[in-house]
């Protein structure tokens, strides 16, 4: 074992869960009720994450990052993942899709975004276009030079107002052997470009605090300097920097499973019926055992996805199954953790029930739990010409 390593490992994982216990933990209610994260509790998260070097420690250190690999990235990923995202996502990490800014639009997006400037939206689903990606609407095409942008995306979420936002836009066709597939570029636009409306959307009742914004695009003229990365490249950037966010998703669910689990555990020492504390009895004692199983298996599936995206053989299915497997377990901890509390796990004081309706996004958002059974079915087809 390598002793260094493993000392910077336990020295990462106590600053990071100090952070979030002193300064996020203590939030959670108040913000959960009142439904948005106050102004001064949200910067106080990003100085403390700035001054910790945790804020863009995603990005590479040449570009002003932290420069993290995927290992202690998912280490800190599962700590945060105990915490509410509306606060955590305060000490950003900012997609790495900035990584595709090239001349003048580091300067304008990529380094304010790792500086703490600037925030930034990634805005691909649309009112008609979720699961289904290519029905997606949003179009720009072009006059002379510039783009004209026109559509609409829902559901996009972030912390507070974004400066900017990356926007997903269908700019033609190309024909292929199963037929015409749109092109999708990917664009830079800013809060303030004329016929920008950005705007907070209607209210999820998972990580209550956490925004999202509807943004509809009217004729918004953008130069040639807005297209992030290569024209009718967008879906292949974004998938080519998002597979890991199925991981971080993943690393995330473990984080709140061990702390759910933990909350059962007491419960069903102390709380008695008939006598007995109510783990003694085998019904509510195997909930734990099947959740200590479960997490168990969930943390090793990411360690072995993180080992696997080092060596640069991670495949879309890997990252499909890390996230089905992760947020199925921690969705089946949490509704077993409601049961273990009775009653009382539905009650309003108590945060179980809060647990439990932030857990149910983790199934929905970053595709669902069926979209990744479909990657992961066609992986094994596939090869058959299936
Ligand atoms: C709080 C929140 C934050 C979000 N943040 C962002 C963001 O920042 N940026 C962004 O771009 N998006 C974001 N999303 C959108 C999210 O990724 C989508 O909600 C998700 O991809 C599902 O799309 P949908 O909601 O339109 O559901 P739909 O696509 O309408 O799906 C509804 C149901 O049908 C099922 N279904 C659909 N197609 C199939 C199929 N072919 N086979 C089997 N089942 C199918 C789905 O699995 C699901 O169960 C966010 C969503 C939420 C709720």
């Known amino acids: 074992m390598n002793m260094e390593a493993s000392v910077e490992t336990d ?26 994260v106050p102004e001064d509790i949200g910067r106080q998260i990003e100085a403390t994450s700035q001054e910790l ?17 995927y290992g202690p ?31 003048d ?44 942008l026109n559509g609409s995306k829902h559901f996009i979420s972030g912390p507070c107002m974004p400066d900017f936002a990356i926007v997903f836009a269908a700019t033609g066709a190309d024909e292929t052997p199963r037929g015409p597939r749109k092109r999708v570029t990917a664009f830079l636009v800013d809060v303030g470009t004329p016929g920008f409306d950005c705007r907070e959307g209607t209210k999820c ?8 914004f509807e943004l509809h695009f009217d004729n918004v003229r953008l130069g040639p300097g807005q297209v992030l990365g290569e024209e009718g490249r967008g879906l292949e950037l974004s998938g080519k920097w998002l597979g890991m966010g199925r991981i971080w998703v993943g690393a995330t669910c473990c984080g709140k499973a061990e702390r759910i689990l933990e909350m059962a555990t007491e419960w069903a020492a102390s709380r008695k019926q008939f006598g007995k504390p109510i783990g003694a009895f ?28 080092e060596q640069g053989v991670m495949s879309d ?50 595709g669902t739990s069926e979209i990744q059974r479909h990657i992961i079915t066609r992986s094994i087809l596939r090869p058959l010409g299936a």
């Open 205 to 212: 009742v998972s990580y209550r605090g956490y925004k999202t």
């Open 282 to 309: 085998q019904a509510t004692g195997f909930r734990l055992a099947d959740g200590a199983i479960g997490l168990r298996a969930a943390d090793l599936m990411v360690k072995d996805a993180v080992a696997r995206a």
């Open 73 to 103: 990235m998912s280490l800190i990923e599962r700590e945060y993942g105990k915490t509410s995202h509306a606060l955590q996502s305060w000490a950003a990490r900012p997609t790495e899709l900035l990584m595709a800014c090239e001349g």
């Open 11 to 36: 020295l990462l994982i106590s600053t990071v869960r100090r952070f979030v216990e002193t300064e996020m933990y203590p939030h959670e209610e108040e913000v959960d009720q009142m439904g948005y």
């Open 317 to 366: 299915a890997d990252a499909a199954m890390i996230k089905v497997f992760c947020s199925e377990m921690l969705g089946k901890i949490a509704d077993d953790a409601v049961q273990i509390y009775g009653g009382m796990g539905l009650m309003e004081e108590m945060p179980i029930q809060r647990f439990w309706r932030d857990s149910r996004l983790e199934r929905i958002w970053d």
């Open 53 to 69: 070097g945790l804020f863009a420690c995603n990005l590479p250190e040449e570009v002003g990052g932290g420069g993290l690999g």
């Open 105 to 148: 639009q580091r300067e304008r997006y990529l380094f304010p975004a790792v500086r703490g400037e600037k925030r930034e939206l990634f805005a691909l689903t649309e009112p008609d276009a979720g699961s289904d990606v290519m029905g997606m609407k949003t179009n720009a095409r072009r006059d002379g030079d510039d783009w004209i």
